[in-house]
């Protein structure tokens, strides 16, 4: 069975999550849920990154220590999983004794490209990384964080040496970073020369020791890429990191592309490891037009949010919405609109309108035979998975949910036409029967290839029509809906679906 690995940042524990940390999760369960009903073996990762300055000064303002402060904290990003039915497969956290003896394995896999030295220059601390001198203004690193002068002796990585090595896998793989703008904003930044890394820490101690150099730790950034083979068991189960990390796509947002794009594959490369197979950033999430910020009070939470709409429409939305991979605004007048429009009138009409004549008829004899239009109806039903196939590839989800309404429409305008309920007052028994049977196929099809992004509305529609809606396959089959149960409207316009 082919393997496929998909994985979300891992959150900083500092702050309670939101929508937008929720987003990269919803993204990834997503391509999750696709990949499986393809019948691949995923293996889908999330957690939390407990370990750096800034975490470490969030616990001391709490007056806790910071292992309780993180034990804590990564709860509310663990309960994301059940509030968004997040369907990852494991959760790691970089405080683990599994992750720390794998971070510490990786280091030692990398000695020989890491030298040690002296430290001068300004810090971000909210961003965790280093900034140039040219980029500070006014105390401030380029993304708006305070800076702080940093001077101590430190581990250093020598990432200046795979500059060329970097610039060939961007030239031979060119799918390696995703989107097109990223990259090449990427290959910019590696083309306009890479200094070495430090790669240690000595002023504060919350973080993995380096070995046998227990005063620094390692830089969180070390620490925290290493999640992504530490949850695979590397180093003692090297079989399973090789089978996973080479399908490996890592989502990330715009602003961390850097550290998974250059860092980290320059590490891997001096570990001897294999490369992921892509890098995709998506944009930035607004609330209501403006940047979320607890003082402008427009944060959105995950467990508002879903109570007002449930978890299947804020995951529809964000990505029909938003095309992913670019910034975007969240506005509740806009998840409004998409309620009334393209879920109530388009879908729920469709599925309640269509598969309210075999529930009153009780059941029906399918029709293969059709006309033209049936037939037409039946491809565009049964080309659905594939096309989406070559668009979830690519990350593209807003694409994928263009494509399943494109079919939704289709078949709302074959209604239209084919007028079942003329059929039926008329007694033309073979062409009612042929018109359902396109109809349900293509309902089928919607149902199979939304299940993705909506889950519980899907497995309703499954319910209806009688289906498993398990595999992509089942779009090949022939099927034979005979038992359907009410099917009341999914999208009711005074309650929550
Ligand atoms: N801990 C690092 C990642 C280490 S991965 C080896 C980190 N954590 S974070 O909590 O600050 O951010 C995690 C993810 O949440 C990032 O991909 C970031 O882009 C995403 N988001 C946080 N706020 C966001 C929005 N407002 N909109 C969309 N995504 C945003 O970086």
Request: net charge negative.
């Given at each position: 069975m082919s393997k496929f690995y998909i994985t979300t940042p891992i959150y900083y524990v500092n702050a309670l999550p939101h929508i937008g940390s929720s987003y990269t999760s919803i993204a990834a369960d997503i391509i999750a849920r696709f990949k499986r009903l393809l019948g691949e073996d995923v293996f889908f990762l999330t957690g939390t990154d407990e370990h750096g300055m800034k975490v470490a000064q969030s616990a001391e303002r709490a007056g806790i220590s910071p292992q309780e402060f993180c034990d804590d904290m990564s709860n509310n990003f663990r309960e994301l999983s059940s509030m968004w039915s997040l369907t990852n497969d494991d959760f790691i956290r970089t405080t683990e004794d599994r992750h720390i003896k794998s971070a510490s394995a990786f280091w030692k896999a990398i000695e020989h490209d890491i030298y040690i030295s002296r430290y001068e220059g300004w810090y971000d601390v909210r961003d965790e990384a280093f900034v140039q001198e040219s980029d500070v203004k006014d105390g401030k690193g380029p993304s708006g964080g305070e800076v702080t002068w940093m001077e101590e002796e430190s581990f250093f990585f020598?990432?200046?040496?795979y500059q060329e090595r970097l610039l060939d896998l961007y030239n031979t793989r060119p799918?390696?970073?995703?989107?097109e703008a990223k990259r090449n904003e990427v290959i910019q930044f590696v083309k306009d020369g890479l200094k070495d890394l430090c790669i240690?820490?000595?002023?504060?101690?919350w973080g993995i020791p380096v070995p046998n150099h227990p005063n620094h730790v390692m830089y969180v950034w070390v620490d925290a890429l290493t999640n992504y083979i530490s949850a695979l068991g590397y180093p003692d189960n090297m079989d399973r990191v090789n089978q996973y990390f080479s399908n490996c796509v890592h989502l990330v947002g715009k602003e961390i592309v850097r550290f998974h794009a250059v860092y980290w594959p320059a590490f891997l490369m001096a570990a001897g490891l294999p490369l992921p197979k892509r890098i995709f950033a998506h944009g930035w999430l607004t609330s209501e037009g403006q940047k979320m910020s607890k003082s402008i009070g427009n944060v959105i939470y995950p467990k508002d949010i879903i109570e007002k709409y449930s978890s299947d429409i804020v995951r529809y939305f964000l990505f029909r919405e938003i095309h992913f991979g670019e910034d975007g605004d969240f506005s509740q007048a806009s998840v409004e609109r998409r309620i009334n429009?393209?879920?109530?009138?388009?879908l729920g009409n469709l599925v309640q309108r269509v598969l309210s004549f075999p529930y009153k008829i009780g059941s029906f004899t399918p029709n293969y035979s059709g006309d033209d239009s049936c037939k037409r109806l039946i491809q565009l039903a049964r080309d659905l998975p594939g096309e989406m196939n070559d668009l979830i590839d690519v990350q593209d989800l807003s694409g994928g949910l263009n494509a399943i309404w494109k079919l939704i429409s289709e078949a709302n305008k074959f209604v239209e036409e084919s007028k079942p309920w003329k059929l039926l007052k008329e007694n033309r028994t073979k062409e009612l029967n042929a018109s359902l049977t396109a109809l349900c196929e293509a309902i089928r099809s919607v149902a199979i290839c939304l299940s993705p992004y909506m889950p519980h509305v899907c497995k309703r529609i499954f319910e209806f029509m009688n289906?498993?809606?398990?595999?992509?396959?089942?779009?090949?089959i022939d099927f034979v809906p005979q038992v359907f149960q009410k099917p009341e409207h999914l999208f009711p316009r005074d309650k929550k679906c």
């Open positions: 020598r990432l200046s040496a799918d390696f970073i995703g989107p240690s820490r000595t002023r504060f101690s429009y393209d879920l109530a009138n388009d289906i498993k809606g398990e595999s992509l396959d089942e779009i090949k």
